[in-house]
């Protein structure tokens, strides 16, 4: 049973995973900041012990539709990422938040986990590249790397706001600064596209749970005080505009 699980995981499919052109990146950091925010909203309204094992269980049908799938669908592959935005967000702040760890540690933590899946992937695969997620097991691994970046760049955002005392809106600007470093790198410096494509991937969600922490909390916490369901739905609007957007563009490519 589980030899004819992996042959099948292991079976050629049309690549399910958008090309990482301007629109992709925008989208990417909108995703952070609307997860950041849905997270937030979700715990402060219900319960989360109610709502964080619902999440969990809606990611687990998300991707798994999305796995399945015989091709690249824009709205189910961001829709997929959305809930690992939020799903992320709720692992990060659960380890700080549910059992005390310091963001510190689970930043560490995050990152080994991270560091972990990413050789796993490398060790069965062979490649790290999104050009070659060509079957299923190699999509499995793509959206446990993305899980991890999720968790590990909530954690960092913290870190540096909080913990370290940034505060959130120079997080913006340090997070910022960094995301332009891999493709200066790639650019000028020979970095390889794989490494400039996951290091960007990494720093995007801080960047984006930085934005959203920003415009969402009291101005006693150096933020602007819109409240995180306020920015949930102003975000949702710009995801919408965003993936019509991206949409238009996917039909484009297929012609």
């Not at 499919?13 to 989208?27: I, Q, S």
């Not at 050789?119 to 991890?148: D, M, N, P, Q």
């Amino acid at each position: 049973m589980l030899e004819q699980c992996w042959r099948w995981l292991g079976r050629k499919v049309e690549m399910k995973v958008p090309l990482a052109t301007a629109l992709f990146w925008v989208l990417k950091v909108t995703s952070t900041g609307l997860g950041e925010s849905a997270s937030d909203a979700l715990n402060h309204r219900f319960d989360p012990v109610v709502v964080v094992p619902l999440s969990t269980l809606a990611l687990g049908v998300l991707l798994a539709v999305q796995v399945v799938a015989a091709r690249y669908a824009t709205l189910r592959y961001w829709v997929a990422v959305f809930a690992v935005a939020v799903v992320g967000t709720m692992a990060a702040d659960a380890l700080h938040k549910g059992v005390g760890v310091s963001y510190a540690v689970s930043t560490v933590f995050y990152a080994v986990v991270l560091a972990i899946v990413l050789l796993c992937w490398w060790k069965v695969e062979g490649t790290l590249s999104i050009h070659s997620i060509t079957t299923r097991r190699r999509e499995c691994f793509y959206w446990a790397v993305v899980l991890a970046t999720f968790a590990l760049g909530t954690a960092a955002g913290d870190l540096t706001a909080t913990t370290l005392g940034i505060g959130f809106g120079a997080s913006i600007w340090l997070f910022a600064g960094l995301l332009a470093l891999p493709g200066l790198a790639y650019r000028f410096l020979g970095l390889g596209g794989v490494a400039a494509f996951w290091s960007a991937y990494v720093l995007t969600r801080p960047l984006g749970a930085s934005i959203a922490d920003y415009l969402a909390v009291p101005a006693a916490r150096g933020g602007l005080g819109w409240t995180y369901a306020t920015v949930t739905w102003v975000g949702m609007a710009v995801a919408a505009v965003l993936l019509a957007l991206q949409f238009r563009a996917d039909q484009r490519t297929r012609r």
